[in-house]
């Protein structure tokens, strides 16, 4: 993976196209769905987590994240502009088990940025594939350059470039099931051994080079 990275880390960076977000999009080698690569790895992020690639995150952070209050009926907007915090317990000796306290404390209530269909299974892995993305991204975080500055004017303009409104999307589809991709794809209720094949593919999907990079290149703008 390394390699792939590295090659990505070679394009030159030209000024001129600062108006042209597209073709700067191009240049810098961001992949054709770098709205959903990018909207899959922030869509549940917290400021927690993103203090753990940058102990200076701001609570305005500008990372447009699904609404944890989503199924709460009275909350309009399902999409929030920043990444917000999250209180995770300490009555267990760590992480682990604090978080999975946390995820199962809040079922039935309309907290934890998932819709009603999730099952209890179903919000503990996701919970855990995020984490674990969250950290790979990380484990890499550190070897890429800060991208050059047109490359991040147009990646932080959500509203333009197609991540809020995949973002949105993640969040319109949770309050009528459990989409844990943007793979265009259906994905059945995980239930036993056969079904979480179909759930390891599509998450794997997230961990492939191109995807990570378009997300650390996002996350480094809007961080660094």
């Given at each position: ?47 927690n ?36 915090s ?21 079922i ?43 490359l ?18 993640v ?54």
């Amino acid at each position: 993976m390394q390699t792939v990275i590295g090659v990505f880390l070679l394009g030159v960076v030209l000024p001129t196209f600062a108006t042209n977000c597209p073709e700067i999009f191009k240049i810098h080698g961001m992949s054709s769905n770098f709205n959903e690569t990018i909207a899959h790895a922030i869509h549940s992020l917290t400021l927690n987590e993103l203090r753990k690639f940058n102990p200076e995150a701001k609570e305005n952070n500008g990372v447009p994240v699904v609404n944890p209050r989503i199924n709460d009926p009275t909350i309009s907007n399902r999409v929030v502009s920043h990444a917000p915090s999250e209180t995770i317990g300490e009555e267990f000796e760590g992480e682990t088990m604090n978080t999975i306290d946390m995820i199962l404390s809040q079922i039935g209530q309309s907290t934890d940025g998932l819709g009603s269909f999730w099952s209890p299974l179903e919000r503990v892995v996701h919970k855990f594939h995020m984490k674990d993305l969250w950290q790979k991204l990380r484990s890499y975080y550190a070897l890429i350059e800060q991208p050059a500055n047109e490359l991040c004017h147009c990646l932080t303009d959500t509203k333009s470039n197609g991540i809020f409104e995949a973002v949105d999307w993640v969040a319109r589809h949770y309050k009528t099931g459990t989409p844990i991709t943007l793979l265009n794809r259906p994905i059945p209720k995980l239930t036993d051994a056969k079904s979480w094949a179909v759930w390891k593919v599509r998450l794997l999907h997230y961990y492939q080079p191109q995807a990570m990079l378009d997300a650390i290149k996002y996350l480094k703008c809007v961080l660094e």
